[in-house]
């Protein structure tokens, strides 16, 4: 976060590409969590930082976000590292049931 | 009367009289349904300090305008009574398919009053109502009652049953209904149980008429799209409550050996995905339920299948009794369901006789030779039996609820007997998390989360912040959130998928041709909010605030290990939190409301 804003920026999938010279992470939040990226559909950022260290830089609390999905599996670990071309789906849970 | 099924049946059990009354439209019109129906009969009909078991305690059941209609999630319906575990007010939403025949049977409520001589069940068919007698199906498990009436009556008749527990009046006895659905908490099933009626089978075939039903199709129509073009619609479908368990360890929000902690550390077995690919073999849906949020199990090891468990049962009969294996929990789940208690108060009473029996205040003696240590498995099954029999000295403790256990065993035990007005505390660790907090201190029917939940807003907040607005938070919580309760809906498609609620609004005027806005609807939620605490008050001399404290647990014992190890709520601001709560609402300091507010709410015919 610099100044409060967003590290990375949502730019549209096709211009973002071209700015790294690996495949990119997709970071694709779901229901509520859109809300902390002013409902943009998804986030571009770059490979190798955590999870936990990825939400941050988007400026989403990581500890709000209760599921993860990195490549359509489930991932508990928010310590884990994100490998190019990953695809992390978060969701948080705002009822409770 | 548009969108209601025109009638409620008043059954008396003693007489075996049977009556339709009309369904009043000033009621309809004040009190909407569901939960405000039951409310208003409560307050009006069951005399003061009546007995929660005796004749003079009513049964209420009520549905609401959504019931059986064009609405996501319209399969609830509400149980209400005079508790027998706390002494106050109870209500227990259930799910499935129960309420919609009872709307098509045209039934807005069904009130059950006075107890019968013998074992009977309540047979319903459109205007056909009689009790039959069910001293065959008297013993029997509530699954087992369930398959033997509908093989006797057709699968389309809908049957609520109580098992063992609620017959032997366990003071948190549940009612149940479509093999896995119930009516939990505060001892509904108890209740019904003391007017000896195992079940109630009903089937319903009349139309509902509507006011507008062009508009009601779009509407109703307009909702579902919303629901089916939520992205987080599959992720909800395939795991339902139990996305949040690793969550709520991860956060230590986990009940763990009696709430001692919030993180498990056996708690990854116990994980949506592991027990979505272990033991869950569908998914299971209420009716009309866009997002079925109900998982259907196979226990290989026991040879048995269970719906479920759900977030709340993993949590209390799992890691809260330190217990790790999810094959496990789910055959104390189906324990649980076909005895018929509630799984949350059975998993809060197990864990704290397993902490004092670890301290050594319980000794074999007292546990009829059982090795009550936390992880034991067979202890923990051996205990759900006992408590639904009321057998041996450990069942009869046991079966009066965690708070009465305590004051009879004493010796220090109060202090973590996890509840609150009586109710155990439903599966959320509350160390410093201070908008669950108060959520859980001033819930209407004790320690519940479903009025208000606000672990997320918690930490988003920032989880130690004692602050007005967290209260107001709550507050509002309080009032929307159990609008679901009262309109006969799920709440879920709003509280986690999200949708908009002002797609509501134009349903419901089309469906009762009354225009009624969210904040209308909430203003009818504070109404009720405030009866039910005028019915503490009229019920329990001495009621206020001592009744709304936590367990000490959450001020005088940090947990030592875990995502909040070290971390915990002053005295000093849970009091605090107190203040602010009781100021908001208009309250005096005893948690009392003022003339005014009842006044400016028009409840004044209801003061103490």
Known sequence: MVNGEQEYYPYPLFITHSFFSTMPVILRPVGHLKSYLKDQAELVVPAGRSIRETLRAAGIPPEVVALVVVNDVHQTDKEMVLQDGDVVRIMAVIGGG | MNGYGGSILRVNLSTGTITREPTSLELARDFIGGRGFGIYFLTKEVPVHADPLGPENKLIISNGPLSG??????????????????????????????????????????????????PVYLFIENAKAELRDASSLWGKGAIDTEVELKQMHGEPYQVAAIGPGGENQVLYACINHDYGRQAGRGGVGAVMGSKKLKAIVLHGTNSVPVADPEAYRKAGMALYKACKAADNLADWTRYGTTIVVSWCDEVGALPTRNFSAGSFEGGKTLYGPVMREQIVITDKGCFGCPCPCGKYSNMKRYGTRVEGPEYETIGMLGSDVGLSDIQDVAQANLLCDDLGIDSISAGGCISWAMEAYEKGVLTKEDTDGLDLRF??????????????????????????????????????????????????????????????????????????????????????????????????????????????????????????????????????????????????????????????????????????????????????????????????????????????????????????????????????????
Not at chain 2, 80 to 98: I, R, V
Not at chain 2, 458 to 487: N, S, T, Y
Not at chain 2, 497 to 513: F, H, K, N, Q, S
């Open chain 2, 69 to 118: 209609m064009l609405a996501p999630g319209g399969g609830k319906c509400d149980w209400t009574c005079k508790s027998p575990l706390t002494g106050g007010y109870a209500d227990a939403s259930m799910g499935g398919h129960f309420t919609a025949e009872m709307k098509y049977a045209g039934l807005d409520s069904i009130i059950l009053e006075g107890q019968s001589s013998k």
């Open chain 2, 375 to 608: 992880g034991n498995v067979e202890a923990v099954f051996t205990a759900i039996k006992k408590i639904a029999a009321r057998e041996g000295k450990l069942g009869a403790l046991l079966s009066e609820g965690s708070k009465r256990a305590a004051i009879k065993v004493g010796k220090g035990t109060q202090d973590y007997a996890i509840q609150i007005k009586g109710m155990e505390q439903s599966a959320y660790a509350i160390h410093n998390a201070t908008a669950m907090l108060i959520s859980y201190m001033t819930c209407d029917v004790g320690a519940h989360h479903n009025r208000a939940w606000a672990i997320t807003y918690d930490l988003q907040v920032g989880r130690d912040k004692v602050v007005p607005e967290k209260v107001a938070r709550v507050i509002w919580l309080q009032h929307f959130r159990p609008m679901f309760d009262v309109l006969g809906g799920c709440r879920l498609q709003w509280v986690e998928l999200g949708i908009d609620r002002d797609l509501y609004v134009p349903l419901l005027e089309a469906i009762t041709g009354i225009k009624r806005t969210w904040e209308d609807l909430e203003k009818t939620g504070e109404r009720i909010w405030n009866l039910t605490r005028l019915y503490w008050m009229r019920e329990i001399d001495g009621f206020g605030r001592s009744w709304d404290q936590p367990s000490p647990r959450f001020y005088t014992e940090a947990p030592i290990s875990g995502a909040t190890a070290g971390q915990i709520t002053r005295l000093e601001d849970v009091q605090k939190l107190l203040d602010m709560y009781y100021e908001q609402r208009g309250w005096d300091a005893e948690g009392h409301p003022t003339s005014s507010t009842l006044e400016k709410l028009d409840l004044l015919e209801f003061a103490i």
